[in-house]
C-alpha cells in the first residue's frame, strides 16, 4: 500500500531526530485496561480478565464463545487491545442460568484466564476509562538532550490527541478503502470492515484540523468560537450529520478542513453518523521514564495512562521515530 496515502500531520513540539525500535518484542509493549465498573460477583455474565500475549482482542473472544458454546455477539469488550504486545482486559459473556465452564482450561502462550467471575452487565465497547501503558523503546539513536527536552513538554503540557497509525490500517489503505466505498465503487456488506472504513475517514479530517491549528502556531491555545470539553481542552469534529457547533475562528478554521474533504464529508453524513467532538489534546497522566543501558544498546522506557479511545504512538511520535521489525502473520 503506498505511505503517501497517510499523510504527513506535524509534530507539536521540535524535531528530535531520534529513533528507536518499538516492540522488538511484545513484552516491549504492555497494556492494561482502566475498566469502567468492576464485577459484583453475580449476574448472568461471566467476566473474565484476560492477559494476552500476540493474540488478537477478537481470535480470543472467538474462542471463549467457542468453548461457552455461545454466538460470538454474546462476548463482549471494552475495545480492541493491541496483538504484537501482552494486554490485559476483561470480557464478559452472556450465560444466564448454567454453570460456567472453566475458562482457564484455554490457557496457552498467547492467553492466561487471570480471574473468572460474574456481573449483572454486559460489557460493551467504550465501557472503560482508559489504559495504562508500559512501553519499552531499544536501539534508541540520538540526542538524550533532546529528547529528555521532549519528554519533559509531553508530561507538562499533553501531545496532539491524533488517532494514531493503526486506525488507518497499513499505509493509510483503510483511508482509500473507505473513500471507494462511500463512492460507491463498491459495497461493503460486512459491518465490522464497514465501520472500520468510516472510522478511518472521519479520523482523518479531525486529524487534520488538529494539524491545521498546530500549522497556524495555535498548538496549546484556544481561539475564539471554541468548544471546550469537561477538562477545558478545545475539541475538533468527528465529523456527521447536524452543524458544527463551533463559532467564529473555530468554525472558519474547521469548515475549511471540511470543504477540502467535500466527498468524504458528505458520505459520511449520509452514512448517518452524527456529529462529534473529540479533545484536540491528549495528556498522558502520570508520565515517568528511565534510560537503560547495556553494552548492546540504549534502551528508553515509557509510563504513562491514557483515556479511553487515546493512542501511545501519538505520545511517542512527539519524543521521536519509531520503527517496527517485519513478523510473519
Known amino acids: 500500500m503506498n505511505e503517501s496515502l497517510l499523510p504527513d500531520w506535524p509534530n507539536a ?19 492494561d485496561e482502566m475498566p469502567l465498573d468492576q464485577p459484583c460477583g453475580d449476574g448472568e455474565h461471566v467476566w473474565l480478565h484476560i492477559e494476552k500475549n500476540g493474540a488478537n482482542t477478537a481470535w480470543i473472544a472467538k474462542k471463549l464463545a467457542e468453548l461457552a458454546g455461545v454466538k460470538e455477539m454474546d462476548v463482549g469488550y471494552a475495545g480492541m487491545k493491541d496483538r504484537n504486545a501482552i494486554t490485559r482486559q476483561w470480557f464478559s459473556i452472556y450465560l444466564p442460568r448454567v454453570e460456567a465452564p472453566d475458562f482457564a482450561q484455554l490457557n496457552d502462550d498467547e492467553m492466561t484466564v487471570l480471574v473468572q467471575t460474574r456481573h449483572s452487565k454486559k460489557l460493551r465497547r467504550g465501557d472503560l476509562l482508559g489504559n495504562r501503558f508500559e512501553i519499552r523503546l531499544t536501539s534508541v539513536q540520538g540526542d538524550r538532550d533532546a529528547i529528555e527536552r521532549n519528554l519533559q513538554l509531553v508530561r507538562e503540557h499533553g501531545v496532539p490527541n491524533y488517532f494514531g497509525e493503526q486506525r488507518f490500517g497499513h499505509g493509510g489503505g483503510n483511508i482509500e478503502s473507505g473513500r471507494a ?10 459491518r465490522n470492515k464497514k465501520s472500520i472504513y468510516l472510522s478511518a475517514v472521519r479520523s482523518l479530517i479531525f486529524n487534520d484540523v488538529v494539524a491545521e491549528r498546530i500549522r497556524r502556531g495555535l498548538w496549546g491555545q484556544s481561539i475564539s468560537g471554541d468548544i471546550m470539553d469537561d477538562s477545558e481542552t478545545p475539541t475538533a469534529p468527528l465529523w456527521g ?89
Not at 521540535?14 to 509493549?29: C, G, I, M, S
Not at 464529508?265 to 547495556?294: F, I, M, P, Y
Open 241 to 329: 450529520r447536524g452543524r458544527l457547533a463551533s463559532t467564529e475562528d473555530a468554525l472558519a478554521l474547521e469548515t475549511q478542513i471540511a470543504e477540502s474533504h467535500a466527498a468524504l464529508c458528505d458520505g459520511l453524513e449520509h452514512a448517518g453518523l452524527k456529529q462529534e467532538r473529540r479533545a484536540v489534546a491528549a495528556l498522558a497522566a502520570n508520565l515517568s521514564w528511565e534510560w537503560q543501558e547495556t553494552p548492546e544498546q540504549t534502551a528508553l522506557s515509557l509510563s504513562f495512562s491514557l483515556p479511553a479511545g487515546y493512542y501511545a504512538t501519538s505520545v511517542i511520535r512527539e519524543i521521536l521515530h519509531t520503527e517496527e521489525k517485519e513478523r510473519s502473520e
Open 13 to 31: 513540539y521540535p524535531e528530535t531526530q531520534a529513533r528507536a525500535v518499538l516492540k522488538a518484542d511484545n513484552a516491549d509493549f504492555r497494556v
Open 181 to 190: 466505498m462511500l463512492a460507491g465503487e463498491f459495497k461493503v456488506k460486512n
